[in-house]
């Protein structure tokens, strides 16, 4: 079993940056694949990026795409979500989330196991 705790969240302005964190427990970081997920008010949870055991697979929903980078550190059991040019309708709840996995990034259509509480991101315009 796997606890996971997001930070990192907070107020921005449009254009700007943040870098959220998700610190997991236990010596087994490095058998789950990860992933980021964010829900605004009224809106349903998107899947926004995800990255492989060893970080050689990444995925990025196209609202991210090329703005978002995931990454991880194993030694230090963290995973990171890279937010550069923010844009209002990014302000959501982000939620990080592990899967034990084989090999590769979870797929869309299967669940992940583990979930964080979540860190508010807020962007102003």
């Known amino acids: 079993q796997v606890q996971l705790e997001e930070s990192g969240g907070g107020l921005v302005q449009a254009g700007g940056s943040l870098r959220l964190s998700c610190a997991a427990s236990g010596r087994t970081f490095s058998t789950y694949a990860m992933g980021w997920f964010r829900q605004a008010p009224g809106k349903e949870r998107e899947y926004i990026a995800a990255?492989?055991?060893?970080?050689?697979?990444?995925y990025y929903a196209d609202s991210v795409k090329g703005r978002f980078t995931i990454s991880r550190d194993n030694a230090r059991n963290t995973v990171y979500l890279h937010m550069n040019s923010l844009k209002p309708e990014d302000t959501a709840v982000y939620y990080c989330?592990?899967?034990?996995?084989?090999?590769?990034?979870?797929?869309?259509?299967?669940?992940?196991?583990?979930w964080g509480q979540g860190t508010q991101v807020t962007v102003s315009s």
């Open positions: 989330a592990a899967k034990a996995v084989l090999f590769g990034i979870v797929p869309t259509s299967i669940p992940y196991d583990y």
């Open positions: 990255i492989s055991k060893s970080s050689e697979r990444t």
